[in-house]
């Protein structure tokens, strides 16, 4: 079972790293939205590596990285509204 969920997590790594090349390059804007997939898509892939380690406390990791994202982002956007 443990090698669905790794099939799994290798399927997520592309999209990741599309997302990171994407907030490295491009307007402002473009790269706020890009940061946002790529910790979208970063969550999922620590809840998949999660299960396929079969290591369920480091679920934890995905879900404080969920519920910071948000005040993250926001934060980002007011730094880079005031300051540049």
Known sequence: MT????AAALAL??????AVAAAARGALAFRLVAVQLATSVA???LVVMSFA????ATI???LVLA???LPG??????FQ???L
């Open 3 to 6: 090698g669905l969920w790794l």
């Open 13 to 18: 790594l592309p999209a990741l790293g599309l």
């Open 43 to 45: 969550v999922l892939l």
């Open 53 to 56: 380690l079969d290591q369920p």
């Open 60 to 62: 934890d990791l995905g």
């Open 67 to 69: 519920v910071l994202t």
């Open 73 to 78: 982002t926001l934060l980002f956007a007011v």
């Open 81 to 83: 509204e005031r300051w």
